[in-house]
């Protein structure tokens, strides 16, 4: 029992963001009760791209968290973690047609860098641990570790039941306890219709024995490709995509495969209701993705919804915010999940830190938190909705994925920068949302513009105004007239769709970033940048 204690905040969820967020706040003192959720195991993401990386390791140098800059250089994580999460060394993209075996044309494969450390994080040792990491820096876990069966808020606190009858009170509760968030509940803010573009059924789980796709079909076929296995490899199709992520890479021992499915419920709406049934069903269209299923069994249980997506009303008040999961669930695709996380948790803590300094949990100091979140939300939403868009046709896909690589690689370089600038200067100012987007740094002149135009030329696409491959060309064009757009990696001929950052193509990096290239990049592009130079360590 806790009636005499009040915790400062209390989180509802333990999975990674919220066991992240903990850490931070209780290592800069503040009182932290951690409660489970009570609908169990909730489905996360499980692959990471190097901007979340950049993420990370601001979030460890920032808030002097060590164990977080592991997430973005795994050879730091404890061997439970390290030994049962897999190393990703490239993100693939195969473009499938229903009946038809794979046409090695179809593919694009971005091979990431050889000193970044991309992983597929499993999720159930990933997020004990990070519940650890918090408890280490003095989060409380309740004994028993109940859950939450109701939240009520007051002018004076916030006060947690839980399910073995304890009670609990709290200056302000943030809950990211997912799909049957207690405090959604009590306050009735699920909308009855997700305010997204994006819609999908998902089918997701882990698998035992799924078949590596270069062990069926030939990896000699697909010019300079790496293998597909040794990193996040996506099977598109019209209406959808099949996202694999073997864990047994790099030093990983385990062998399960990460499985999701996600896909447009109205055109495949022929598919059973049974979730074994449906994927069977699904793959067994795609001779050349169902060789890898045939011996592959599921292993523990399938999460699945016919509507993944889900949103809520409002997301903050006075003492409560709606965070991660619970203000919103949207697909997983693209790294999407741990990314936001990331980037709420640097958002989100030194706004909760000054609140606690002034006693101040008010709805107006939460609110731009809140907001923030809410442009995120629709930012990712546009992203995974052109690439539904985009899934259809590969000339589209194409064009598509050089613009979210683009967007992701600057972003990584520019948060990069930021920090060491904020470091040097003994500020963090620079890192603080900013008006009118989802950026929290500032990034190159014209990426947001570049990204609006795919988006909205995507939008005619959906739409039926404008046909894919008119869409193709003017993105192409696009990326062929932008300047900040780095000419060594050709991101504007259809033909270069395989990417490898060898040592001539960083010099050559380099000196365009020293000669030609706009202003505000030359501070991102530097060679500790190309090299990825670790952080320094946090004391």
């Not at 049974?274 to 269209?285: M, Q, S």
């Not at 989100?348 to 938190?369: F, G, K, N, T, Y």
């Not at 990584?412 to 008006?435: C, E, F, M, V």
Request: one cysteine or more.
């Amino acid at each position: 029992m806790h009636r005499a204690v009040k915790f400062d905040v209390a989180i509802l969820g333990t999975h990674l963001s919220c066991g992240l967020l903990a850490a931070v706040l209780a290592r800069h003192h503040l009182r932290v009760v951690l409660f489970d959720s009570d609908q169990g195991e909730e489905l996360g993401g499980e692959t990471t791209v190097p901007y979340t990386a950049e993420a990370f390791f601001t979030l460890a140098r920032r808030f002097g968290v060590p164990e977080i800059a592991g997430f973005g250089l795994t050879s730091g994580l404890p061997d439970p973690v390290r030994l049962t999460s897999g190393v990703k060394r490239s993100l693939g993209f195969l473009h499938h047609t229903a009946g038809a075996e794979h046409d090695p044309r179809r593919s694009v494969q971005f091979n990431v860098p050889g000193e970044h450390a991309e992983w597929h994080p499993y999720r159930p040792f990933v997020d004990q641990y990070v519940v650890d990491v918090a408890r280490r820096y003095g989060a409380v876990l309740p004994d028993g570790r109940p859950c939450v069966t109701d939240v009520q808020v007051s002018a004076e606190d916030v006060t947690i039941l839980a399910d073995d009858g304890s009670l609990y009170r709290a200056r302000c509760v943030i809950d990211g306890s997912g799909t049957d968030s207690p405090l959604v509940r009590r306050l009735g803010l699920l909308d009855a219709e997700p305010r997204l573009v994006s819609r999908s059924r998902v089918l997701a789980s882990h698998m035992l024995g799924v078949t590596p796709f270069e062990e069926h079909t030939p990896l000699d076929r697909y010019d300079s490709a790496t293998p597909w296995s040794a990193g996040t490899l996506s099977h598109l199709f019209e209406g959808g995509w099949l996202q694999v992520a073997h864990f047994a890479t790099g030093s990983s021992l385990n062998p399960l495969t990460s499985v999701v499915a996600s896909f447009d419920a109205e055109r495949f709406a022929d598919l059973p209701a049974d979730p074994e049934r449906a994927f069977r069903a699904l793959v067994g269209r795609f001779p050349s993705i169902e060789r890898s299923f045939r011996g592959a069994a599921v292993s523990g249980r399938w999460h699945t919804d016919r509507r993944f997506q889900r949103t809520v009303r409002q997301t903050a008040g006075d003492r409560w915010l709606l965070f991660d999961r619970s203000a919103s669930r949207n697909d997983l695709f693209l790294s999407r999940d741990l990314t936001m996380s990331a980037e709420m948790i640097n958002v989100l803590a030194p706004v909760l830190l000054r609140a606690a300094e002034l006693d101040d949990w008010s709805q107006s100091r939460l609110s731009p938190v809140a907001s923030f979140q809410n442009q995120l939300i629709g930012f990712h939403d546009r992203l995974l909705a052109s690439a539904r868009v985009a899934a259809s046709d590969f000339r589209l896909w194409n064009a598509y994925s050089r613009v979210w690589l683009l967007w992701s690689m600057l972003s990584a370089l520019s948060l990069k920068a930021a920090r060491n600038d904020s470091l040097a200067a003994g500020s963090w100012d620079r890192l603080a949302p900013q008006a009118g987007g989802p950026w929290w740094f500032d990034v190159p002149r014209g990426l947001p513009e570049l990204l609006n135009m795919m988006f909205d030329l995507l939008d005619e696409v959906r739409a039926g105004s404008l046909a894919s491959v008119t869409a193709a060309d003017r993105i192409f064009g696009a990326l062929r007239r932008a300047d900040f757009v780095p000419p060594v990696y050709r991101f504007a001929d259809p033909k270069a769709r395989y990417y490898h950052f060898r040592f001539a193509n960083r010099l050559r990096m380099l000196m365009w970033a020293r000669t030609s290239a706009p202003p505000e990049l030359r501070r991102a592009i530097s060679t500790e940048n190309l090299t990825n130079v670790p952080p320094a360590p946090v004391h």
